[in-house]
């Protein structure tokens, strides 16, 4: 189906208004928890799966890895890649002095100049076992969790993701995008 691109620009403008509303709810969130190293990486393979999906780069640019158990594609313009290693290392540093709670990747339009989409990835900081003043967790589940439960609500992310190509629509205009941290 062809959507004319007035209605393309309606949805999108509804899709930004919803996701910007809707962003940090409890039951809405893509959140991941665990260890700073692990969330550097796993926003590091996120970036690199939204540019692709979105079309941000050329596909030709991105070569297939197996990382979670999944193939993802990550790029091999080395332009890209050194920013976003510079983005990822400043990111492990914030995330280990608690000083993130979002992450946001902007796409605009070249042509437009307006922000076509926006994805949201929201930080949940947990205290360490060790610094809880003697109280047992109500939920220690919450604390802790086994290499694959974190593996698994990684891959649920990234397929998210992916799934999201088909219902999103179609970016009509060459875009570029830029990394925001709150």
Known sequence: TVVPASRTKILRTQLNKMATATACQEDQV???????AIVKEFFYYSVNSILYQRGIYPPESFSRVAKYGLTMLVTEDDGLKEYLKSVSDQ????????????LVVV???????ETLERWVFCVEHQMPLDQIDGNVPERPSKIRK?????????????RQITASVTFLP???EPCSF?????
């Open 178 to 182: 830029d990394l925001l941290v709150y």
């Open 91 to 102: 990111l492990e540093v914030w995330l280990l002095e608690g000083e993130i709670q979002r």
């Open 146 to 158: 086994t290499k694959k439960e974190v593996m698994n609500e990684i891959q649920a992310i990234i």
């Open 107 to 113: 796409v605009t339009g070249n042509d437009s100049g």
């Open 170 to 172: 179609l970016l009509n």
């Open 30 to 36: 893509i959140t991941l928890k665990g260890s700073a």
